[in-house]
């Protein structure tokens, strides 16, 4: 456990264990990449899926811990994070950016999660890295609880 143990109530505990146990997660591409403080890391790219639901992204494993990002609806991602989050413990930050284009062209909508190991969250480095955000997305963070709720909105519906 990268953090501090992720507890969701016993009702959604037992959604993300169905999602955990009955959806897939594939690994499609993966590369050696350095991260901008020179340190090596491993870049996934991958599929999940879950009741014939697909969204892709990329997970990104280093020594300061594990850094996903998923592209598509944002419930969905929120169930997936909190899934991931049975294993790393709570997310020590996340976020969505969104980039609305108009006309035809399709809008972006992202929601990263990270998992930075405890040892170097002390230093602040997750809030360093959402500061330094691209002013090209519009990014706002989000909160555990509003995950949880997207998340359970999303299973039930399922």
């Known amino acids: 456990m990268l953090t501090e143990a992720y507890e969701p109530d016993d009702d959604l505990q037992e959604l993300l ?12 591409h993966k590369q050696r990449v350095s991260l901008s ?11 999940v899926e879950y009741k014939n639901e697909t969204i892709i992204g990329r997970k990104t494993v280093s020594s300061l811990g594990v850094f996903t990002s998923l ?4 419930e969905m991602a929120s169930a997936w994070i909190l899934v991931f989050s049975l294993e790393f413990g709570e997310p020590t930050l996340t ?4 980039i609305e284009h108009p006309g035809d062209v ?4 992202g929601m990263t999660a990270e998992w930075i190991d405890n040892r170097f969250d002390k230093t602040g480095l997750s809030m360093l890295r959402l500061e330094r955000r691209s002013g090209f997305y519009e ?16 299973l039930l519906s399922k």
């Open 139 to 154: 990014t706002t963070e989000v909160s555990l609880g509003t995950l949880e709720e997207r998340a359970e909105r999303w």
């Open 95 to 98: 976020f969505e950016d969104r």
């Open 71 to 74: 592209q598509g609806d944002p």
């Open 17 to 28: 264990e169905d999602v955990l146990y009955n959806g897939s997660i594939d690994y499609t």
């Open 106 to 109: 399709q809008d972006y909508s």
């Open 37 to 47: 403080s020179g340190r090596p890391a491993l870049q996934l790219n991958q599929t």
